[in-house]
């Protein structure tokens, strides 16, 4: 059974929640999502779990960094499990881990191992460690403030050049951008997320197609795409580049078959990102 947005704010609609759980009486509420730019209401959710005594599971996957450093609500206190990959914003290596209450840990590890897992990769598991201390440095928080100015930065931007942002903005590093909004190119073309991710990929702006709340396109065609910023600010983008950045988003998006265009955007955004070295 599934929850999702009001059609109206975008945003999870708990009371649709508490109402299909009412109706269903779940044995586990399930939490998360890879694409939604608000933030969580977790004390809501607990309460709706409890009322129909059902367990709460988060996975916070796409938000664990700013959750560590405390600039999302955390979900922690509110739930029975919260599972999370430790790269994303939490920026260490690709891998995941499970956070449960003390009466669920013996279940939950014989389900892993030797359930489903094994192998130990004892380098990533050494590489989880440095990255969670870099989290618990001061450096990281001063970081994902910077992620979060960003994204308000590129999101308001694009509001500026014309684009639609899904649920009018974003709480945390991402946003959807609704690009039904643009109808169709001078040439006629049907302006899709799978048209503008490709045309972006062209201009050297890495994203991806993305469904929007009741998408009308299917999965591989889109109404949309999903930015991001924790990886360019982690190259050292601040507010200046951004602006920059949604500004060639919006003209490759509103003309995304001119290759002219196109190759000129790929020159710029190459000029720029000359002056912001990968970090070593």
């Given at each position: 059974v599934h929850y999702g947005v009001s059609p109206d704010t975008e945003r999870i609609d708990y009371d649709e929640v508490e109402r299909l759980a009412l109706e269903n009486k779940p044995k586990l509420i399930v939490a998360g999502a890879s694409a939604y730019p608000r933030f969580w209401d977790f004390a809501r959710l607990r309460a709706i779990a409890d009322s129909v005594g059902a367990r709460l599971m988060m996975d916070m996957a796409h938000i664990a960094g700013l959750v560590a450093a405390k600039l999302h609500?955390?979900?922690?206190?509110?739930?029975?499990v919260v599972t999370t990959t430790t790269?994303?914003?939490?920026?260490?290596?690709?891998?995941g881990l499970i956070l449960c209450r003390a009466e669920l840990a013996k279940e939950i590890d014989r389900a892993v191992f030797p359930g489903t897992q094994g192998g130990p990769l004892m380098h990533i598991i050494a590489a989880k460690a440095v990255g969670f201390g870099e989290a618990m440095k001061p450096g990281f928080v001063a970081y994902q403030q910077r992620v979060l100015d960003n994204?308000?930065?590129?999101?308001?931007?694009?509001?500026?050049?014309?684009?639609?942002?899904v649920s009018g903005g974003?709480?945390?590093?991402?946003?959807?951008?609704?690009?039904?909004?643009?109808?169709s190119d001078r040439h006629g073309n049907e302006i899709t997320g799978k048209l503008v991710e490709k045309a972006l990929d062209h201009s050297a702006i890495h994203c991806n197609k993305n469904m929007i709340p009741f998408d009308t396109k299917p999965a591989l065609t889109t109404s949309g795409i999903r930015l991001g910023t924790p990886a360019a600010t982690t190259r050292g983008l601040g507010a200046a580049e951004f602006e920059q950045v949604a500004r060639w988003i919006a003209a490759v998006a509103k003309d995304p078959t001119n290759d002219e265009l196109k190759s000129a955007v790929q020159g710029q955004v190459m000029a720029m990102m000359s002056s912001f070295a990968v970090p070593a």
């Open positions: 609500p955390d979900p922690v206190p509110y739930c029975d790269h994303k914003t939490l920026r260490g290596p690709r891998g994204a308000q930065v590129l999101a308001s931007t694009l509001q500026a050049e014309g684009l639609r942002i974003t709480d945390n590093h991402l946003m959807l951008v609704d690009l039904s909004v643009l109808g």
